[in-house]
């Protein structure tokens, strides 16, 4: 099973990204995937996730309504479009998938992550 992120890149303040994770080996189609990112010399945190059926999303408080959180499941692929992006969202951006409970914003519930893209925004 592999997780393929990839969208990341540099970016000023005020721009936007669209980060996708490609999911082979296994299909996720009916599973919840999310978005967690880790900044340097912090722990993981939660971002977004999405269950199959595309029902009301999770979102951490500090990007709601700046990103969004999307699947394609005949693709086994999950995005996240993030817009008005900060200085404060540079970080590593995993996506993982099928965690223990649906829609879990806990790091620890999620079985298989990817490898993560590498975002940074300059001011």
């Known amino acids: 099973v592999q997780l393929q992120a990839s969208g990341g890149g540099l970016v000023q303040a005020g721009g936007s990204l669209r980060l996708s994770c490609a999911a082979s080996?296994?299909?996720?189609?009916?599973?919840?995937m999310g978005w967690f990112r880790q900044a340097p010399g912090k722990e993981r945190e939660f971002v977004a996730a999405?269950?199959?059926?595309?029902?009301?999303?999770p979102y951490a408080d500090s990007v709601k309504g700046r990103f969004t959180i999307s699947r394609d499941n005949a693709k086994n692929t999950v995005y996240l479009q993030m817009n008005r992006l900060e200085v404060e969202d540079t970080a590593v951006y995993h996506c993982?998938?099928?965690?223990?409970?649906?829609?879990?914003?806990?790091?620890?519930?999620?079985?298989?992550w990817g490898q993560g893209t590498l975002v940074t925004v300059s001011s």
């Open positions: 993982a998938a099928e965690p223990r409970r649906p829609l879990s914003t806990m790091t620890s519930e999620y079985v298989y």
């Open positions: 080996g296994r299909s996720f189609s009916r599973k919840t």
């Open positions: 999405a269950t199959w059926s595309g029902g009301p999303a």
